[in-house]
């Protein structure tokens, strides 16, 4: 195998696949990504094997062939070559790795690349295209609600569901929901699938990286999700098991609802959340109460041996005076999705969950259960 490629092109390619191989394995080839030479093009891959990720690489092939490299002593080389450079890299039989950029030489020892994982293939049926920025925003203001408690694996992604040409993810930790859907897909596909955390954090990592394609193609099997783009598949193993009906998690009805201003709002809690105490959060020195009365809404917090505080909000509000706990990362987590200028406030009492939702958009929510202090 030989192949000429530019430092920048194989930079790029490096940096797609390299966050995916696992820091520690006991399989050692699990540590390397997998070189193969082809036609006109290098693809490179990487597997820790739950989640996958291949790209193209533009190169000049002498000789076609396939090798595993390790990762991470072969980018932390190729970061060092000049930023012009040309890069020449060749493997022969023994699996030993040859580099060279300009006066610069390197060898390296690499595996078969008989011995890497089979990366699973792009489901050919259940995929549909959606346009990238409304993807990014859909995993962006849902993420942030999944459950980090590995004891609560069946929580720890994204339900993603899509049918009548509808495309919904929810995504919950038991104490907070967040709830979005876009209609208008054109996919004539039924499915329904929980994609891990980690799959979802990869994903907007590899959209945030100045992809250029307008939209992303989306494969969803029994086991399997994958995503394609400008020469990219990631491909995951799904959750398994039943997502909770989180339909019976958000209220059909509240007493109150209440306008807010977004970043007024966010600000207040940000400036209370300095007077609480986070490694605590179940109980009520990590709260901020929220206290609606005579067109005001007063934020607070109170910690003994810390401090306390309040913020004055002007609203629209003559119901009588009633007051409500929260955990301020939760709230902030919302208000911090909230791209509309203001948002809509319901809730019913002290106890019961309440509802934030954009103002306009009547297709994204979040719930958040109170705290009892």
Do not use: W
């Not at 089979?118 to 609600?145: C, L, R, Y």
């Amino acid at each position: 195998m030989k192949v000429i490629c530019a430092k920048d092109e194989l930079i790029k390619g490096l940096l797609t696949v390299s966050p995916i191989t696992p820091s520690k394995s006991s399989l050692p080839v699990l540590s390397n990504f997998l070189f193969q030479a082809q036609s006109d093009k290098i693809r490179l891959s990487s597997t820790d094997l739950e989640i996958a990720v291949k790209c193209n690489v533009k190169a000049e092939i002498e000789q076609e062939g396939a090798i595993t490299i390790p990762t991470k002593r072969f980018t932390d080389i190729i970061r060092e070559m000049h930023d012009d450079a040309q890069i020449e890299i060749s493997a022969d039989d023994s699996n030993q790795i040859n580099i060279k950029s300009g006066k610069a030489k390197f060898n390296l020892m690499g595996i078969a690349a008989a011995e890497f994982p089979v990366i699973p293939e792009f489901p050919k049926e259940n995929n549909f295209t959606v346009k990238t920025d409304i993807f990014a925003s859909m995993i962006k203001k849902t993420s942030f609600a999944a459950s980090k408690d590995p004891q609560r694996y069946i929580l720890n992604g994204i339900y993603t569901l899509i049918e009548d040409e509808t495309l919904k993810m929810v995504s919950t930790d038991g104490r907070r929901l967040a709830y979005i859907s876009v209609k208008g897909i054109g996919a004539k596909v039924k499915a329904k699938a929980i994609v891990p955390t980690k799959a979802v954090n990869d994903i907007l990592r590899l959209i945030s990286s100045e992809i250029k394609a307008e939209g992303i193609k989306v494969g969803l099997s029994e086991n399997l999700v994958a995503v394609e783009f400008d020469d990219i598949i990631l491909t995951s193993v799904l959750i398994e098991g039943l997502f909770p009906n989180y339909e019976q998690v958000i209220p059909k009805k509240t007493v109150f609802k209440v306008e807010l201003r977004t970043q007024e709002t966010l600000k207040a809690v940000k400036q209370m959340a300095l007077l609480t105490n986070e490694k605590s959060a179940a109980d009520r020195s990590s709260a901020v109460k929220f206290a609606f009365g005579g067109n005001l809404l007063t934020i607070s917090a109170s910690t003994a041996g810390l401090g306390s505080g309040d913020v004055e909000i002007p609203i629209e509000y003559k119901e009588d005076p009633i007051e409500i706990s929260f955990n301020p990362a939760f709230i902030k987590d919302v208000l911090q999705n909230m791209e509309e200028e203001a948002v809509s406030f319901e809730f019913s009492d002290a106890l019961n969950p309440a509802i934030i939702s954009p103002q306009k958009d009547k297709d994204y929510l979040c719930v958040v259960m109170p705290m009892r202090v």
